[in-house]
């Protein structure tokens, strides 16, 4: 079947800018998650969410970002008033439960800010 | 805090030979790990994963070892091939947490 879906997969903007990435899971899976990944580093955990759960928000670095997730299925993850330090590939992560399951990656937004 | 490391950060091969990427963990709570491969421009893709109550276990041309005792984990990739070049990262899901912490990853190298 279709994997994790992300789009935009390339996105440039201005700095203070809002922007919107989105995420479209796998079918049926219940947990979703978004990562940060800077050029050359590991990923960087921002947000998960599971089911009709609150989400785990403990990884968003400020109240610039912010995610939701509706109908239990596609996310998106919102920063505002981008800053030059946003530039990153965002990942969107789906599985079919929460935590000792595999996460399936989509292909990722790119981020660019001038 | 807990992290999940490599111990190198670069790793070439020869083609047709085998490989083994290392991963050290610090958290003795951690009871899944997997391991995720790379491609410039695209997300990582998931390879194996292996369970706490496990030391070994086995797929298409991977193994992945686990030693609890040296909290150290293993990807051996057999037979390399081109198409294995990738940066290959290691993650570890923390008892009850439901992220994972990931590595900061081992690029592999595959010369012909």
């Known amino acids: 079947g279709a994997g994790v879906s992300q789009s935009p997969s390339n996105k440039v903007t201005e700095k203070g800018k809002d922007v919107e990435l989105r995420c479209d899971p796998i079918s049926g899976h219940t947990a979703l998650y978004w990562y940060r990944q800077s050029l050359g580093q590991g990923l960087e955990f921002l947000i998960y969410f599971q089911g009709n759960s609150a989400p785990d928000k403990s990884g968003l670095p400020s109240d610039r970002f912010s995610a939701e997730r509706t109908g239990g299925s596609v996310s998106t993850l919102t920063i505002q008033r981008t800053q030059q330090e946003d530039s990153a590939v965002y990942l969107c992560?789906?599985?079919?439960?929460?935590?000792?399951?595999?996460?399936?990656f989509g292909d990722g937004t790119r981020l660019s800010i001038l | 805090g807990e992290s999940v490391g490599l111990h190198l950060p670069t790793l070439s091969v020869q083609e047709g030979d085998n490989s083994i990427i290392n991963c050290a963990y610090s958290?003795?709570?951690?009871?899944?790990f997997i391991w995720y491969k790379q491609e410039s421009g695209k997300g990582p893709q998931f390879i194996i994963d292996?369970?706490?109550?496990?030391d070994k276990r086995q797929g298409q041309r991977v193994t992945v070892l686990l030693n609890k005792t040296v909290k150290h984990l293993s990807l051996q990739i057999a037979a390399t091939q081109p198409g294995d070049s990738a940066v290959y990262f290691c993650?570890?899901?923390?008892?009850?947490?439901?992220?994972?912490?990931f590595g900061q990853g081992t690029r592999l190298t595959i010369n012909p």
């Open positions: 992560a789906s599985s079919s439960q929460g935590g000792g399951q595999p996460q399936h």
């Open positions: 958290n003795s709570a951690s009871d899944y």
């Open positions: 292996i369970r706490s109550n496990m």
């Open positions: 993650a570890e899901n923390f008892q009850g947490a439901q992220k994972l912490v």
